[in-house]
């Protein structure tokens, strides 16, 4: 037999860096969402009628939107972000694509960190785009709406690297939508707590700075920490079917 | 050392020396709590400007008290479990969480009773109470999430993250909350502020504490032996105990 006709078995390549395969997980994340516009749009309807379900059904009065506003837009964006976490590793879990995720031999917490990245892309940063409009429709003042975006610019990433977590335990697993709200929404009530005291700070004419700079430090927290939590959590929910 | 350490390991060890210490821990906790709370409510003098309503801490701030620790245990556990794979510490997780979760009410409740005739409301958006309050919710979750996984192992593991992730929250949720509180609410409520307590008071508060925690530990160890038992239901040990104790 001739050794030329053999198939040539070529020596495996761990060439790929880390970086590079974030980059592929986080480009092909938003190609596959993109093929599904209406699951982008989903969480953004939310967000717009909780909000309108405050004027409706508390008071339309410009004094208490005035006062309610930003504490309303935040907990909208909170609840709408909570919504889209299901979807985060769902697909991907259900056609065994996650499983070749953990497979790969770039470390798993940095895949989890791209994934979580293009979630934030998907639901986070159209909220914070959203805000000035709704921000005007609760009344706020040009000042408390700047305000109120930079905390969500901040802020929803957190809340999306947080999610992750519970979307990782929550994997495959029956009612895994009202678990998941259980597991994390206690954990993000510091992120809400300073998203709207920064802005009423901003509304009483204090300086920002500091609250600002506490919610960068949540977020620089959770880029280090949550990714970690959720590759675990990821391989648990793996090894649980 | 270590002879000790992979013993503690094995359900079988340990069911049989908890079944030793637990009349002990029975007897001395109840001995405890009953010296703290009968010295506390009978004998202690009253306070200057509560007048007798204080005498509820001697219940509330042992069950607070052993509320927060006990998470702080179950995390110590939990790192057990997922470093060290010991059985006996996920057993302990799944054993404590709804004892945590229990004393986390009644110290809510305590504290709404208290808070009545004290501040003359039953709740308030106080810092320590919505910390209190959200432990309850951390508690709610680690017992849902446990309930909801069918395997055990992966459950054990899943649960052992999720109580780190929120260990790593505690004292981030309690310094917001203050923050928050101070920021929002002027403190027109506040506990009065006793600088020193007198010994008759304070004593038999520690009294009730190390009796509500003996108590807690023979809760959690029963409470450990029942599921040691319906873990380990198939191994020769446990039928040969179980026919035993049924002949």
Same mark, same amino acid.
């Given at each position: 037999?001739?050794?030329?006709?053999?198939?040539?078995?070529?020596?495996?390549?761990?060439?790929?860096?880390?970086?590079?395969?974030?980059?592929?997980?986080?480009?092909?994340?938003?190609?596959?969402?993109?093929?599904?516009?209406?699951?982008?749009?989903?969480?953004?309807?939310?967000?717009?009628?909780?909000?309108?379900?405050?004027?409706?059904?508390?008071?339309?009065?410009?004094?208490?939107?005035?006062?309610?506003?930003?504490?309303?837009?935040?907990?909208?964006?909170?609840?709408?972000?909570?919504?889209?976490?299901?979807?985060?590793?769902?697909?991907?879990?259900?056609?065994?694509?996650?499983?070749?995720?953990?497979?790969?031999?770039?470390?798993?917490?940095? =895949?989890? %960190?791209?994934?979580?990245? +293009?979630?934030?892309? @998907?639901?986070? !940063?159209?909220?914070? &785009?959203?805000? $000035? *409009? #709704?921000?005007?429709?609760?009344?706020?003042?040009?000042?408390?709406?700047?305000?109120?975006?930079?905390?969500?610019?901040?802020?929803?990433?957190?809340?999306?690297?947080?999610?992750?977590?519970?979307?990782? =335990?929550? %994997?495959?697993?029956?009612? +895994?939508?009202?678990? @998941?709200?259980? !597991?994390?929404?206690? &954990?993000?009530? $510091? *992120? #809400?707590?300073?998203?709207?005291?920064?802005?009423?700070?901003?509304?009483?004419?204090?300086?920002?700075?500091?609250?600002?700079?506490?919610?960068?430090?949540?977020?620089?927290?959770?880029?280090?920490?949550?990714?970690?939590?959720?590759?675990?959590?990821?391989?648990?929910? @793996?090894?649980?079917? | 050392?270590?002879?000790?350490?992979?013993?503690?390991?094995?359900?079988?060890?340990?069911?049989?020396?908890?079944?030793?210490?637990?009349?002990?821990?029975?007897?001395?906790?109840?001995?405890?709590?009953?010296?703290?709370?009968?010295?506390?409510?009978?004998?202690?003098?009253?306070?200057?400007?509560?007048?007798?309503?204080?005498?509820?801490?001697?219940?509330?701030?042992?069950?607070?008290?052993?509320?927060?620790?006990?998470?702080?245990?179950?995390?110590?556990?939990?790192?057990?479990?997922?470093?060290?794979?010991?059985?006996?510490?996920?057993?302990?997780?799944?054993?404590?969480?709804?004892?945590?979760?229990?004393?986390?009410?009644?110290?809510?409740?305590?504290?709404?009773?208290?808070?009545?005739?004290?501040?003359?409301?039953?709740?308030?958006?106080?810092?320590?109470?919505?910390?209190?309050?959200?432990?309850?919710?951390?508690?709610?979750?680690?017992?849902?999430?446990?309930?909801?996984?069918?395997?055990?192992?992966?459950?054990?593991?899943?649960?052992?993250?999720?109580?780190?992730?929120?260990?790593?929250?505690?004292?981030?949720?309690?310094?917001?909350?203050?923050?928050?509180?101070?920021?929002?609410?002027?403190?027109?409520?506040?506990?009065?502020?006793?600088?020193?307590?007198?010994?008759?008071?304070?004593?038999?508060?520690?009294?009730?504490?190390?009796?509500?925690?003996?108590?807690?530990?023979?809760?959690?160890?029963?409470?450990?032996?029942?599921?040691?038992?319906?873990?380990?239901?198939?191994?020769?040990?446990?039928?040969?105990?179980?026919?035993?104790?049924?002949?």
């Amino acid at each position: 037999m001739n050794a030329d006709a053999r198939p040539v078995i070529k020596p495996i390549r761990n060439g790929v860096g880390a970086f590079a395969a974030m980059k592929a997980v986080f480009a092909r994340d938003l190609k596959v969402a993109f093929r599904q516009k209406q699951d982008l749009l989903n969480p953004l309807l939310f967000f717009v009628m909780v909000v309108s379900l405050f004027p409706l059904g508390v008071s339309p009065e410009v004094s208490f939107l005035r006062e309610a506003g930003a504490g309303i837009l935040w907990v909208a964006a909170l609840l709408s972000v909570l919504l889209s976490l299901d979807h985060l590793f769902r697909h991907d879990f259900d056609d065994g694509t996650l499983e070749q995720l953990v497979l790969q031999p770039q470390p798993l917490f940095l =895949l989890v %960190l791209a994934k979580t990245l +293009a979630h934030w892309m @998907l639901t986070g !940063l159209p909220l914070v &785009l959203l805000t $000035p *409009v #709704l921000g005007v429709m609760v009344h706020q003042e040009g000042n408390s709406i700047a305000v109120l975006c930079l905390t969500l610019l901040i802020g929803t990433p957190v809340l999306s690297l947080i999610g992750a977590i519970g979307a990782a =335990l929550t %994997l495959g697993l029956r009612s +895994a939508g009202v678990l @998941l709200s259980l !597991l994390i929404i206690p &954990l993000y009530i $510091p *992120v #809400l707590i300073f998203g709207t005291g920064t802005v009423a700070a901003a509304a009483d004419g204090a300086s920002v700075g500091a609250y600002v700079a506490l919610m960068a430090a949540f977020l620089v927290l959770a880029v280090t920490l949550a990714p970690f939590a959720a590759a675990a959590a990821l391989r648990i929910s @793996l090894s649980n079917g | 050392m270590w002879q000790w350490f992979h013993k503690l390991g094995s359900p079988k060890w340990f069911f049989g020396i908890a079944t030793r210490f637990m009349p002990w821990l029975l007897i001395l906790g109840l001995g405890l709590l009953a010296a703290g709370i009968v010295w506390g409510l009978a004998f202690a003098p009253k306070d200057y400007l509560q007048g007798n309503s204080y005498r509820i801490i001697f219940i509330h701030v042992p069950t607070a008290f052993i509320a927060q620790s006990a998470y702080i245990m179950m995390a110590v556990a939990a790192v057990v479990t997922l470093v060290w794979r010991m059985k006996l510490a996920d057993v302990f997780v799944k054993a404590v969480a709804p004892v945590g979760l229990v004393l986390t009410f009644l110290s809510l409740f305590t504290g709404a009773v208290w808070g009545k005739p004290t501040w003359g409301t039953w709740w308030i958006w106080d810092a320590r109470l919505t910390s209190m309050l959200i432990l309850l919710f951390l508690y709610g979750g680690v017992i849902a999430l446990d309930r909801a996984i069918n395997d055990e192992k992966s459950a054990a593991r899943a649960v052992a993250v999720l109580v780190l992730v929120g260990v790593v929250n505690i004292p981030i949720i309690k310094y917001s909350v203050e923050w928050w509180n101070t920021l929002h609410q002027p403190a027109t409520f506040k506990l009065t502020e006793k600088p020193s307590m007198p010994a008759e008071m304070w004593v038999p508060l520690v009294l009730s504490i190390l009796g509500l925690y003996l108590l807690f530990g023979w809760l959690a160890c029963l409470r450990m032996q029942t599921e040691i038992l319906q873990r380990e239901q198939r191994t020769k040990w446990v039928r040969e105990m179980i026919t035993a104790g049924r002949s």
